[in-house]
């Protein structure tokens, strides 16, 4: 913005400060759920053994190196034997085995933690050495082992794990206003392969976009980690002073459709919906045209990505025929829609769409994550919704058993299991399947992926492009030289 | 003296009844505190052993018996969202929301003595009209609105104010200042222009009264009469005014509070709502409840300060 | 008296808004050491005057001719706001009507006398205040030092009226204005604040202006008199020949109806209708009743209508010469039946005919009572009981107030200490008594409308007792109460209809029946039916207070209990309204209870008297053993402070 | 004349007052017969087009009108007013008219002390806890506005029912026979109904702000029915590029606050003569 600091004022700064929509409520993401608080913290005070690069691609961290045995059931890692805590214990076998045997525990209420249920055993057979055997083989637990459950804790670091974080990561938290900022410090001993380059790093909290914006364009903060208000990205980039990157997420913003009960347990239903859905004006009018239609389950940089865009082609006509056939014409349903920004305004535009076609979307807002967790997900008593499933790899959760989507996970389950144990080949294939096989089923909708808008002052570097992880890491970043 | 006690006896009793309204108001709050903080994928096993760890399975007698107890400890416990203590958030929260308040009044009524008074002198003229015009359109605009423009102007265009945030005086002064004007700016214009009309009107009362033209057949000429008799006794209802205004403020400030980012009381009572940290939230509304109810008992007292009738208790 | 060089000397004050003239050219003067009244009624201009000598005028209005002071250069009407206020409080000292709100209630007194010393500079800091509580202690304020450090609200009003005074005299000025000083005042207070003013003024040699609408205390205090009419000065002279030999119609028409113990050949009051009857307060005694030419005109009446049609009211107001036949023709009965608002005339046609013969009787029954039950009973037989039982017996009653300033505080005000009051059927009680000696109590608890805390209180056979609301109904049929207030005491949002009904409506009566009855006692109170429709404000404070007498009659009550009815009245209106009630006592055989604190209106109209103090019967009696011969020094006191023209003028 | 000169600007005022609410009720109520386009139909060919012939307001990044929408809106507003209102109304008023004649001690402070101690929840606090309670919506954000509102009702009626409770024409009633009932009805409510008009008048202005401060905060009406507070919240983003999108539902919450207050203070003027000159 014209009220800009410029790039001038990067030269030989250490510090950056970031702004952030959603905020961590605690540091503890083993008992509380939400996006916000891996996001500040892994990868930068917390880490896996390891993690997922740009490429979607399985990196070292905590671990050097690690091998997989023939039955493919036994990881063995390698530590990093100069890796510390940020308290000054160094990272130990026995650590990493005590962390990841308290993710199934009691200790652990963040129900994210069942990924971990695979693990058979834990061996610790020396410091360094740790190696995890799985009950089957899996081609996800590695990827999955990137995220929060792989973080690995000090034993003496977990009494007061909501306030104070202790890590192995390139920064420790230096202080936690809560609603306010995250504080990060570089860790002077810190001696893995990713160390930080900036003394500073501040996430500050802006539950409102445009307030965040502002900070901005007034020079108060110098990158706004995705930004939810797309419709100033054209400001932005006219404005030499600010860089704007727009790639993906992990974030589908699904259409979901309660496929277990009511008006839309009736798969024509669905499929009329999907039919008479314009993902293309919906995206628009909702997010600025900001996103990508992907159609499915999957975002482009998975492995087993494939555009499903063309499963359900718009086609009015043929929507009206289905809710004809399904003798569904006029039918009114409730539309829970979540208070955040992208889903109310992509409800409005999908009730107006829904309405082409006969259906009655009554849109009803509950508070998220409050009340729409409990009443839509946990209750699940709605009839369609909206949210951004922003987990990586989610598919199999979303579709999964007892999920609020309903859907019949029977159709997918041995599809699933058996790619996720077969061959990297077999996973990807297996997996296409499944979510072609969950598209087609007309499960949900998919209207968009959410895109990874980040807007900063032109001097920072190293801002990831994609979101790929569920870390916004902040190692990478920097300013560029003059 | 009898009059100080009864007025703080009553005070006590009012601050009871209100701990048990606040309570009985968060019983009805939907949203299991402890579904909320077991998370998405908790089972009911979950949600027991936190019900159990918060101490919510315990009979609702004792539940507020501890509350007040713990209040009148001055602790409010741990949140069962953030897992902190509620006090010090409650104690940073309230000092951001008082400095900007209290500023904001001061700020208001600054404007709001002079050009009031100009208006009710000036009634008829010109000058006065359009004050009083100004004023009313000024109530009518909502503090938000003025939030928005100010940030617009003066942070966006002219780039003299940060746009948000808060920075403690402690952390240096420069940039605690010029991180409360607009905030402060935003809620004293409309305050100023609320408080105006007050001042017309208990101005133009005043200078009806018997008194001021006695004043003057002592020999004061009509505006020293005003400002050595007729100002002291406006400012009893513009005190009353600036009172019940201030006390809306406390919360009423959390509209701008949001627009600029300051961490309020206001903006924790919404965030707390919003995480359904019944603890936190409880908390809030009491500490709220009994700043309004203290704010009444000052205004109370000030007006015996300020008038001998109600002092005597005549 | 008037020594050489006027002191104040003003020519052709006029006083206006841009649209309208209030006071038309008016000059006076006043010598120094002269005591001039202003007297007139309510809105003709008085304090207007006074305000413009002072230059105090509200600022939408203005004044042309001339104001000079002895000793000031040119027209004080000239100078600016700093000029006047060098002025005012050193050589110009006022004191305002209203004790209370004359006063910053939030500044202590003696600051406020000391302020206008230390404006003026004649006195600084410390020998300022000392010189204040000098002056209280001047004016007679009891303890002047701790006086000094009361506030406004601590000091009674007669007392606060005081510090005014010695605030107006602090700078020995050389003229003092009074704007009806001590019309808020009780009459004992009244009269020490007179004497007071007198002593004080007499000892500094100041130029006195005095103005009240009470003739009585102009006599008193002043040495020549101003009667403003309208806007106008009337007539002016020296007391004596004002008021012995008054002029002008109007001035003749206010001495006539404030003086109480003069009446016409009827026995009735006079009103400025029928002033011309009346001789004045000295030359009464001698003159027959009713022997004066009859049919003047009422020129408050007069003035009321042509300024409501923009005429110039000037017209109606010059005194014709001897009563000309042209005016005799404008008293002509069926002329007058359609003055200011076509409302019958307020009072009968004063000249001959039995007492009651034209009041409209209509068909209005006395009920089942007993002639024996009506018949008046002489005075002296009620007085050593052995008369008929009393209609109203009230014994040993006592009544405490408690005031709850909050939770822990009570307050207890004895209004009532245990009395004893008796009326014998027909008989004409006046209840008497300084501000707060519990007259309204007792009015009150008479009526049912507040419980008593001891005593008993019977009204024919009925024991009042608020919570017994079938005793209390069946008392009401017999009782009822006219209230003091003639603006208060209807509901601004009733007809006349509705509210003279009001009483019949609980008492289930039928429509019509209603109708008929309303029709029936408006006419016996003197309005037309036409009355009916309209609301409260639509009439003046006379025929409000008519309206209210005729809804206390619609249910033909025995006993017509009257707190203070006319005190808020002017008085010509409350000759009227007095007259009206004795013809209807008369003609309803209604026995009446009285209240009054002016000892005039109460001998005027009543046999009996009790007086009252703090909430015990000072004494009891009839009206004129009392009066005459007062056996209580309350009483003494009560009766010489209440002043009288006759009085006034006998002593100057 | 000063006297005739007040009239006629307390006429003025009131005036002014009636037509700024009387544009607002209009807009209203011809939404119920008709308005420019369908507001819940988005038409994103049309998003963000300004001002123009077609679109005398413009339209929002829906493409829906925004004419269209502040016609709508308008409702809202006034409903949260009317409902805000009535709940003060009725149950503030006979509370504060009962407080005002009982003779029971304690019913009267029992009922004070507790509209006291509703003073103490200030009227946003209320509706972000009801908010909570039962879900944010224009239904809890009325319901705890007008909640709110009851003391100042309860205050007003008590004082105004002392008051005319001490004028002589209800002893006079009383003298009467007339029961408590017929008083409370024929004397007590008609004399106090200017009162409770001004005041009524006052509490819309203040309720038609605070919805709109709640609906910003996203407390109040919610998505898809059409608040202006929300207009106006959902704008923000559009400053730079289409502030007609703001411009509009701003001008409007300001003229139903300015034509409330207006009203308020011309009625106040006309119906009680004592207080002209105040505001
Ligand atoms: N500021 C004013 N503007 C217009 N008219 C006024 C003003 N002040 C007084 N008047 C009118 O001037 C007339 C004379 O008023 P003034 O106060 O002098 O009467 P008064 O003789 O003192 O009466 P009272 O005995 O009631 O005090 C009245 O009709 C009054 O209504
Ligand atoms: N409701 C009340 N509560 C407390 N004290 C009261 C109340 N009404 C009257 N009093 C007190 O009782 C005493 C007698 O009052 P009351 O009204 O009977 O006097 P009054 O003789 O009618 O006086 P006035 O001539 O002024 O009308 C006074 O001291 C008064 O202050
Ligand atoms: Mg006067
Ligand atoms: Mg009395």
Same mark, same amino acid.
């Given at each position: 913005?014209?009220?800009?600091?410029?790039?001038?004022?990067?030269?030989?700064?250490?510090?950056?400060?970031?702004?952030?929509?959603?905020?961590?409520?605690?540091?503890?993401?083993?008992?509380?759920?939400?996006?916000?608080?891996?996001?500040?913290?892994?990868?930068?005070?917390?880490?896996?053994?390891?993690?997922?690069?740009?490429?979607?691609?399985?990196?070292?961290?905590?671990?050097?190196?690690?091998?997989?045995?023939?039955?493919?059931?036994?990881?063995?890692?390698?530590?990093?034997?100069?890796?510390?805590?940020?308290?000054?214990?160094?990272?130990?076998?026995?650590?990493?085995?005590?962390?990841? !045997?308290?993710?199934?525990?009691?200790?652990?209420?963040?129900?994210?933690?069942?990924?971990?249920?695979?693990?058979?055993?834990?061996?610790?057979?020396? !410091?360094?050495?740790?190696?995890?055997?799985? !009950?089957?083989?899996?081609?996800?637990?590695?990827?999955?082992?990137?995220?929060?459950?792989?973080?690995?804790?000090?034993?003496?670091?977990?009494?007061?794990?909501?306030?104070?974080?202790?890590?192995?990561?390139?920064?420790?938290?230096?202080?936690?206003?809560?609603?306010?900022?995250?504080?990060?410090?570089?860790?002077?001993?810190?001696?893995?392969?990713?160390?930080?380059?900036?003394?500073?790093?501040?996430?500050?909290?802006?539950?409102?976009?445009?307030?965040?914006?502002?900070?901005?364009?007034?020079?108060?903060?110098?990158?706004?980690?995705?930004?939810?208000?797309?419709?100033?990205?054209?400001?932005?980039?006219?404005?030499?002073?600010?860089?704007?990157?727009?790639?993906?997420?992990?974030?589908?913003?699904?259409?979901?459709?309660?496929?277990?009960?009511?008006?839309?347990?009736?798969?024509?239903?669905?499929?009329?919906?999907?039919?008479?859905?314009?993902?293309?004006?919906?995206?628009?009018?909702?997010?600025?045209?900001?996103?990508?239609?992907?159609?499915?389950?999957?975002?482009?940089?998975?492995?087993?990505?494939?555009?499903?865009?063309?499963?359900?082609?718009?086609?009015?006509?043929?929507?009206?025929?289905?809710?004809?056939?399904?003798?569904?014409?006029?039918?009114?349903?409730?539309?829970?829609?979540?208070?955040?920004?992208?889903?109310?305004?992509?409800?409005?535009?999908?009730?107006?769409?829904?309405?082409?076609?006969?259906?009655?979307?009554?849109?009803?807002?509950?508070?998220?994550?409050?009340?729409?967790?409990?009443?839509?997900?946990?209750?699940?008593?709605?009839?369609?919704?909206?949210?951004?499933?922003?987990?990586?790899?989610?598919?199999?959760?979303?579709?999964?058993?007892?999920?609020?989507?309903?859907?019949?996970?029977?159709?997918?389950?041995?599809?699933?299991?058996?790619?996720?144990?077969?061959?990297?080949? !077999?996973?990807?294939?297996?997996?296409?399947?499944?979510?072609?096989?969950?598209?087609?089923?007309?499960?949900?909708?998919?209207?968009?992926?959410?895109?990874?808008?980040?807007?900063?002052?032109?001097?920072?570097?190293?801002?990831?492009?994609?979101?790929?992880?569920?870390?916004?890491?902040?190692?990478?970043?920097?300013?560029?030289?003059? | 003296?009898?009059?100080?006690?009864?007025?703080?006896?009553?005070?006590?009793?009012?601050?009871?009844?209100?701990?048990?309204?606040?309570?009985?108001?968060?019983?009805?709050?939907?949203?299991?505190?402890?579904?909320?903080?077991?998370?998405?994928?908790?089972?009911?096993?979950?949600?027991?052993?936190?019900?159990?760890?918060?101490?919510?399975?315990?009979?609702?007698?004792?539940?507020?018996?501890?509350?007040?107890?713990?209040?009148?400890?001055?602790?409010?416990?741990?949140?069962?969202?953030?897992?902190?203590?509620?006090?010090?958030?409650?104690?940073?929260?309230?000092?951001?929301?008082?400095?900007?308040?209290?500023?904001?009044?001061?700020?208001?009524?600054?404007?709001?003595?002079?050009?009031?008074?100009?208006?009710?002198?000036?009634?008829?003229?010109?000058?006065?009209?359009?004050?009083?015009?100004?004023?009313?359109?000024?109530?009518?605009?909502?503090?938000?609105?003025?939030?928005?423009?100010?940030?617009?102007?003066?942070?966006?265009?002219?780039?003299?104010?940060?746009?948000?945030?808060?920075?403690?005086?402690?952390?240096?002064?420069?940039?605690?200042?010029?991180?409360?004007?607009?905030?402060?700016?935003?809620?004293?214009?409309?305050?100023?222009?609320?408080?105006?009309?007050?001042?017309?009107?208990?101005?133009?009362?005043?200078?009806?009264?018997?008194?001021?033209?006695?004043?003057?057949?002592?020999?004061?000429?009509?505006?020293?009469?005003?400002?050595?008799?007729?100002?002291?006794?406006?400012?009893?209802?513009?005190?009353?005014?600036?009172?019940?205004?201030?006390?809306?403020?406390?919360?009423?400030?959390?509209?701008?509070?949001?627009?600029?980012?300051?961490?309020?009381?206001?903006?924790?009572?919404?965030?707390?709502?919003?995480?359904?940290?019944?603890?936190?939230?409880?908390?809030?509304?009491?500490?709220?409840?009994?700043?309004?109810?203290?704010?009444?008992?000052?205004?109370?007292?000030?007006?015996?300060?300020?008038?001998?009738?109600?002092?005597?208790?005549? | 008296?008037?020594?050489?060089?006027?002191?104040?000397?003003?020519?052709?004050?006029?006083?206006?808004?841009?649209?309208?003239?209030?006071?038309?050219?008016?000059?006076?003067?006043?010598?120094?050491?002269?005591?001039?009244?202003?007297?007139?009624?309510?809105?003709?201009?008085?304090?207007?005057?006074?305000?413009?000598?002072?230059?105090?005028?509200?600022?939408?209005?203005?004044?042309?001719?001339?104001?000079?002071?002895?000793?000031?250069?040119?027209?004080?009407?000239?100078?600016?706001?700093?000029?006047?206020?060098?002025?005012?409080?050193?050589?110009?000292?006022?004191?305002?009507?209203?004790?209370?709100?004359?006063?910053?209630?939030?500044?202590?007194?003696?600051?406020?006398?000391?302020?206008?010393?230390?404006?003026?500079?004649?006195?600084?800091?410390?020998?300022?205040?000392?010189?204040?509580?000098?002056?209280?202690?001047?004016?007679?304020?009891?303890?002047?030092?701790?006086?000094?450090?009361?506030?406004?609200?601590?000091?009674?009003?007669?007392?606060?009226?005081?510090?005014?005074?010695?605030?107006?005299?602090?700078?020995?000025?050389?003229?003092?204005?009074?704007?009806?000083?001590?019309?808020?005042?009780?009459?004992?207070?009244?009269?020490?604040?007179?004497?007071?003013?007198?002593?004080?003024?007499?000892?500094?040699?100041?130029?006195?202006?005095?103005?009240?609408?009470?003739?009585?205390?102009?006599?008193?205090?002043?040495?020549?008199?101003?009667?403003?009419?309208?806007?106008?000065?009337?007539?002016?002279?020296?007391?004596?020949?004002?008021?012995?030999?008054?002029?002008?119609?109007?001035?003749?028409?206010?001495?006539?109806?404030?003086?109480?113990?003069?009446?016409?050949?009827?026995?009735?009051?006079?009103?400025?209708?029928?002033?011309?009857?009346?001789?004045?307060?000295?030359?009464?005694?001698?003159?027959?009743?009713?022997?004066?030419?009859?049919?003047?005109?009422?020129?408050?009446?007069?003035?009321?209508?042509?300024?409501?049609?923009?005429?110039?009211?000037?017209?109606?107001?010059?005194?014709?010469?001897?009563?000309?036949?042209?005016?005799?023709?404008?008293?002509?009965?069926?002329?007058?039946?359609?003055?200011?608002?076509?409302?019958?005339?307020?009072?009968?046609?004063?000249?001959?005919?039995?007492?009651?013969?034209?009041?409209?009787?209509?068909?209005?029954?006395?009920?089942?009572?007993?002639?024996?039950?009506?018949?008046?009973?002489?005075?002296?037989?009620?007085?050593?009981?052995?008369?008929?039982?009393?209609?109203?017996?009230?014994?040993?009653?006592?009544?405490?107030?408690?005031?709850?300033?909050?939770?822990?505080?009570?307050?207890?005000?004895?209004?009532?200490?245990?009395?004893?009051?008796?009326?014998?059927?027909?008989?004409?009680?006046?209840?008497?008594?300084?501000?707060?000696?519990?007259?309204?109590?007792?009015?009150?608890?008479?009526?049912?409308?507040?419980?008593?805390?001891?005593?008993?209180?019977?009204?024919?056979?009925?024991?009042?007792?608020?919570?017994?609301?079938?005793?209390?109904?069946?008392?009401?049929?017999?009782?009822?109460?006219?209230?003091?207030?003639?603006?208060?005491?209807?509901?601004?949002?009733?007809?006349?209809?509705?509210?003279?009904?009001?009483?019949?409506?609980?008492?289930?009566?039928?429509?019509?029946?209603?109708?008929?009855?309303?029709?029936?006692?408006?006419?016996?109170?003197?309005?037309?039916?036409?009355?009916?429709?309209?609301?409260?404000?639509?009439?003046?404070?006379?025929?409000?207070?008519?309206?209210?007498?005729?809804?206390?009659?619609?249910?033909?009550?025995?006993?017509?209990?009257?707190?203070?009815?006319?005190?808020?009245?002017?008085?010509?209106?409350?000759?009227?309204?007095?007259?009206?009630?004795?013809?209807?006592?008369?003609?309803?055989?209604?026995?009446?209870?009285?209240?009054?604190?002016?000892?005039?209106?109460?001998?005027?109209?009543?046999?009996?008297?009790?007086?009252?103090?703090?909430?015990?019967?000072?004494?009891?009696?009839?009206?004129?053993?009392?009066?005459?011969?007062?056996?209580?020094?309350?009483?003494?006191?009560?009766?010489?402070?209440?002043?009288?023209?006759?009085?006034?003028?006998?002593?100057? | 004349?000063?006297?005739?000169?007040?009239?006629?600007?307390?006429?003025?005022?009131?005036?002014?007052?009636?037509?700024?609410?009387?544009?607002?009720?209009?807009?209203?109520?011809?939404?119920?017969?008709?308005?420019?386009?369908?507001?819940?139909?988005?038409?994103?060919?049309?998003?963000?087009?300004?001002?123009?012939?077609?679109?005398?307001?413009?339209?929002?990044?829906?493409?829906?009108?925004?004419?269209?929408?502040?016609?709508?809106?308008?409702?809202?507003?006034?409903?949260?007013?009317?409902?805000?209102?009535?709940?003060?109304?009725?149950?503030?008023?006979?509370?504060?008219?009962?407080?005002?004649?009982?003779?029971?001690?304690?019913?009267?402070?029992?009922?004070?002390?507790?509209?006291?101690?509703?003073?103490?929840?200030?009227?946003?606090?209320?509706?972000?806890?009801?908010?909570?309670?039962?879900?944010?919506?224009?239904?809890?954000?009325?319901?705890?506005?007008?909640?709110?509102?009851?003391?100042?009702?309860?205050?007003?009626?008590?004082?105004?029912?002392?008051?005319?409770?001490?004028?002589?024409?209800?002893?006079?009633?009383?003298?009467?026979?007339?029961?408590?009932?017929?008083?409370?009805?024929?004397?007590?409510?008609?004399?106090?109904?200017?009162?409770?008009?001004?005041?009524?008048?006052?509490?819309?202005?203040?309720?038609?702000?605070?919805?709109?401060?709640?609906?910003?905060?996203?407390?109040?009406?919610?998505?898809?029915?059409?608040?202006?507070?929300?207009?106006?919240?959902?704008?923000?983003?559009?400053?730079?590029?289409?502030?007609?999108?703001?411009?509009?539902?701003?001008?409007?919450?300001?003229?139903?606050?300015?034509?409330?207050?207006?009203?308020?203070?011309?009625?106040?003027?006309?119906?009680?003569?004592?207080?002209?000159?105040?505001?």
């Amino acid at each position: 913005g014209s009220g800009s600091t410029g790039t001038a004022a990067g030269e030989g700064r250490t510090d950056i400060v970031v702004a952030h929509t959603a905020e961590p409520t605690n540091l503890d993401f083993t008992t509380t759920s939400g996006a916000a608080i891996p996001q500040a913290l892994m990868e930068n005070v917390y880490e896996s053994l390891v993690r997922i690069d740009q490429n979607g691609e399985v990196q070292p961290a905590l671990a050097d190196s690690w091998e997989l045995s023939d039955d493919r059931l036994t990881y063995t890692f390698a530590l990093d034997p100069d890796a510390t805590f940020s308290n000054g214990d160094p990272v130990t076998a026995e650590d990493v085995k005590f962390s990841y !045997e308290r993710v199934v525990s009691d200790e652990w209420t963040n129900a994210l933690g069942a990924k971990m249920d695979i693990i058979d055993s834990i061996e610790t057979p020396d !410091e360094h050495t740790v190696a995890i055997t799985l !009950e089957r083989p899996s081609n996800s637990w590695l990827f999955e082992l990137a995220s929060l459950v792989g973080a690995v804790f000090s034993p003496d670091g977990v009494d007061d794990l909501a306030n104070t974080a202790v890590g192995s990561g390139p920064y420790e938290v230096e202080s936690f206003t809560r609603g306010q900022e995250l504080v990060f410090a570089k860790r002077d001993d810190y001696a893995g392969s990713n160390p930080g380059d900036l003394e500073t790093v501040t996430f500050r909290y802006f539950a409102d976009a445009v307030a965040a914006a502002n900070a901005l364009k007034s020079g108060q903060v110098d990158v706004i980690g995705n930004l939810q208000a797309p419709e100033l990205t054209e400001e932005f980039e006219a404005d030499d002073a600010t860089q704007v990157i727009e790639g993906t997420t992990n974030g589908e913003v699904v259409l979901s459709m309660n496929n277990a009960e009511g008006l839309f347990s009736d798969q024509r239903v669905r499929e009329a919906v999907l039919h008479g859905i314009d993902e293309q004006a919906v995206l628009d009018t909702a997010w600025g045209g900001k996103g990508t239609l992907i159609g499915g389950m999957v975002p482009p940089t998975d492995p087993y990505y494939e555009d499903l865009t063309d499963v359900w082609p718009t086609d009015v006509e043929k929507a009206r025929e289905l809710i004809d056939e399904a003798g569904a014409e006029g039918e009114s349903f409730t539309f829970t829609v979540p208070s955040l920004p992208y889903a109310q305004a992509s409800a409005e535009i999908v009730a107006a769409q829904l309405k082409e076609i006969g259906l009655n979307a009554q849109i009803e807002t509950q508070e998220f994550p409050a009340v729409w967790i409990e009443q839509t997900m946990t209750e699940k008593s709605y009839d369609m919704s909206v949210v951004n499933h922003a987990e990586a790899r989610d598919i199999l959760t979303v579709f999964g058993e007892g999920y609020y989507t309903g859907y019949d996970s029977s159709r997918i389950e041995d599809t699933a299991l058996a790619a996720d144990e077969g061959t990297e080949e !077999e996973y990807t294939e297996g997996m296409k399947d499944v979510a072609r096989t969950i598209t087609e089923d007309a499960a949900a909708g998919f209207l968009f992926l959410f895109p990874n808008l980040i807007v900063a002052d032109a001097g920072v570097t190293g801002l990831p492009e994609n979101m790929v992880s569920d870390a916004f890491a902040i190692a990478q970043l920097g300013w560029s030289e003059g | 003296m009898a009059a100080l006690l009864n007025r703080l006896l009553q005070f006590l009793l009012t601050v009871w009844a209100a701990t048990v309204v606040v309570f009985a108001l968060m019983q009805v709050l939907p949203g299991n505190a402890a579904q909320v903080a077991a998370g998405l994928h908790a089972t009911p096993e979950d949600v027991a052993r936190i019900e159990a760890e918060f101490g919510l399975d315990r009979p609702l007698p004792v539940q507020y018996l501890d509350w007040v107890a713990g209040m009148l400890r001055g602790d409010f416990g741990v949140s069962y969202v953030t897992h902190a203590p509620i006090t010090p958030l409650i104690a940073d929260s309230i000092q951001v929301t008082l400095i900007l308040v209290v500023t904001s009044m001061a700020v208001a009524l600054l404007l709001a003595v002079p050009l009031g008074s100009i208006a009710a002198l000036l009634r008829g003229k010109p000058l006065g009209a359009l004050l009083s015009g100004l004023s009313q359109v000024g109530v009518a605009v909502p503090n938000f609105l003025a939030a928005i423009l100010l940030v617009m102007l003066f942070s966006l265009g002219l780039g003299w104010f940060p746009s948000s945030g808060w920075q403690a005086p402690i952390e240096g002064m420069g940039g605690f200042l010029s991180h409360l004007v607009l905030p402060v700016f935003a809620l004293a214009l409309v305050q100023a222009a609320i408080l105006t009309r007050y001042v017309r009107s208990a101005v133009l009362e005043v200078l009806r009264e018997d008194f001021l033209r006695t004043a003057r057949a002592k020999g004061r000429t009509a505006w020293s009469a005003l400002l050595t008799h007729g100002l002291r006794n406006a400012a009893i209802p513009v005190v009353t005014v600036a009172g019940v205004q201030l006390a809306t403020l406390l919360v009423g400030a959390v509209v701008v509070e949001q627009v600029f980012v300051l961490p309020g009381i206001g903006s924790e009572l919404i965030r707390a709502v919003q995480n359904r940290d019944l603890l936190t939230v409880q908390a809030i509304v009491m500490v709220l409840v009994v700043m309004v109810l203290v704010l009444n008992l000052l205004i109370d007292l000030l007006y015996s300060v300020l008038d001998p009738r109600v002092r005597s208790g005549a | 008296m008037q020594t050489s060089a006027p002191l104040l000397t003003v020519s052709d004050l006029t006083i206006g808004t841009r649209a309208r003239t209030l006071v038309e050219p008016l000059s006076f003067s006043i010598g120094a050491g002269e005591r001039v009244g202003l007297i007139g009624e309510s809105g003709s201009g008085k304090s207007l005057t006074s305000s413009a000598v002072m230059g105090l005028l509200a600022p939408e209005l203005s004044a042309a001719g001339s104001v000079e002071l002895a000793g000031e250069d040119g027209n004080l009407l000239d100078l600016d706001e700093r000029a006047l206020a060098r002025l005012r409080g050193r050589r110009m000292g006022m004191v305002f009507q209203e004790p209370m709100s004359a006063l910053n209630p939030l500044m202590r007194v003696g600051a406020q006398v000391a302020e206008v010393m230390t404006l003026h500079g004649t006195a600084r800091g410390a020998a300022a205040m000392s010189r204040a509580v000098d002056l209280l202690d001047q004016v007679r304020l009891p303890d002047p030092a701790q006086a000094a450090r009361a506030y406004p609200h601590q000091l009674s009003g007669g007392q606060r009226q005081r510090v005014m005074l010695a605030m107006a005299l602090a700078n020995s000025p050389d003229l003092l204005v009074a704007d009806e000083p001590t019309t808020a005042l009780d009459v004992t207070v009244q009269a020490a604040v007179l004497d007071l003013i007198d002593e004080q003024i007499a000892a500094r040699g100041t130029g006195l202006l005095f103005i009240t609408h009470d003739l009585a205390v102009v006599a008193r205090v002043c040495e020549r008199v101003l009667v403003m009419h309208s806007g106008r000065v009337v007539e002016q002279g020296t007391v004596e020949q004002i008021f012995t030999d008054p002029q002008h119609a109007y001035t003749r028409g206010l001495l006539a109806a404030s003086d109480l113990s003069a009446t016409d050949a009827r026995g009735r009051l006079f009103t400025i209708r029928t002033a011309s009857e009346y001789g004045g307060p000295l030359a009464q005694q001698e003159r027959p009743t009713g022997q004066a030419a009859p049919g003047s005109q009422d020129p408050g009446e007069d003035r009321d209508r042509l300024a409501r049609h923009g005429e110039d009211p000037a017209a109606a107001d010059e005194p014709a010469p001897g009563d000309g036949s042209a005016m005799r023709d404008r008293s002509v009965p069926g002329d007058e039946s359609v003055p200011e608002d076509g409302l019958a005339p307020e009072d009968g046609p004063p000249t001959g005919g039995p007492p009651t013969g034209d009041l409209p009787t209509g068909d209005l029954p006395t009920g089942d009572r007993s002639a024996e039950e009506e018949a008046p009973v002489p005075a002296d037989e009620a007085a050593s009981g052995t008369g008929p039982r009393p209609l109203i017996e009230v014994r040993g009653l006592t009544k405490t107030y408690v005031r709850r300033a909050g939770l822990l505080r009570r307050q207890e005000v004895l209004a009532l200490r245990g009395i004893d009051v008796s009326v014998r059927p027909g008989g004409r009680l006046g209840v008497v008594g300084e501000s707060g000696s519990g007259k309204t109590t007792l009015l009150s608890i008479l009526a049912g409308l507040l419980p008593a805390t001891a005593g008993t209180v019977r009204v024919g056979d009925v024991e009042v007792d608020p919570r017994d609301t079938a005793g209390l109904s069946a008392m009401r049929r017999d009782l009822q109460v006219v209230f003091q207030d003639p603006f208060a005491s209807l509901d601004p949002r009733m007809t006349t209809r509705e509210i003279v009904t009001e009483p019949l409506r609980s008492q289930g009566v039928g429509h019509a029946e209603r109708a008929a009855r309303a029709a029936e006692v408006i006419e016996a109170v003197g309005l037309d039916a036409e009355a009916l429709g309209r609301y409260p404000h639509q009439f003046s404070g006379g025929q409000r207070q008519r309206i209210s007498i005729a809804r206390a009659l619609v249910c033909r009550p025995r006993i017509l209990v009257a707190d203070e009815p006319v005190s808020a009245l002017d008085v010509s209106v409350r000759a009227q309204v007095l007259n009206l009630l004795s013809d209807l006592v008369d003609e309803y055989g209604l026995t009446l209870v009285f209240v009054s604190h002016d000892l005039g209106v109460v001998r005027h109209l009543c046999d009996e008297v009790v007086v009252m103090r703090a909430g015990e019967v000072v004494e009891a009696g009839p009206v004129d053993a009392v009066y005459d011969r007062p056996q209580e020094e309350y009483t003494r006191a009560l009766v010489a402070a209440t002043p009288t023209l006759a009085g006034a003028l006998a002593r100057s | 004349m000063s006297g005739g000169r007040t009239v006629r600007k307390a006429d003025l005022t009131l005036v002014t007052g009636g037509v700024l609410v009387g544009i607002v009720v209009l807009l209203a109520l011809v939404s119920f017969v008709w308005t420019p386009y369908d507001y819940a139909a988005p038409q994103p060919q049309d998003r963000l087009e300004g001002m123009s012939a077609a679109h005398l307001f413009g339209t929002d990044r829906y493409g829906r009108d925004t004419l269209t929408w502040i016609m709508m809106g308008a409702r809202i507003t006034l409903l949260v007013g009317l409902v805000a209102v009535a709940i003060a109304l009725v149950v503030g008023v006979p509370l504060g008219v009962l407080a005002g004649m009982t003779r029971v001690r304690w019913l009267s402070g029992f009922i004070m002390r507790g509209s006291d101690l509703l003073l103490a929840f200030p009227a946003l606090l209320l509706a972000i806890v009801f908010s909570a309670v039962f879900g944010p919506g224009t239904g809890p954000a009325m319901c705890a506005l007008g909640i709110a509102a009851i003391p100042a009702f309860a205050r007003v009626a008590r004082s105004g029912t002392m008051q005319i409770m001490s004028r002589e024409f209800v002893a006079a009633a009383r003298t009467a026979n007339r029961s408590t009932w017929a008083i409370a009805l024929t004397h007590v409510l008609p004399n106090i109904g200017g009162l409770v008009v001004v005041q009524a008048s006052v509490a819309f202005a203040l309720s038609v702000l605070a919805e709109a401060g709640l609906s910003f905060l996203g407390l109040g009406t919610q998505p898809p029915t059409p608040s202006w507070g929300r207009m106006l919240q959902e704008s923000q983003q559009f400053l730079g590029t289409a502030p007609e999108l703001a411009i509009f539902p701003g001008v409007f919450i300001a003229v139903a606050v300015l034509g409330f207050n207006l009203l308020g203070d011309g009625l106040r003027d006309r119906l009680d003569p004592t207080l002209r000159g105040r505001e």
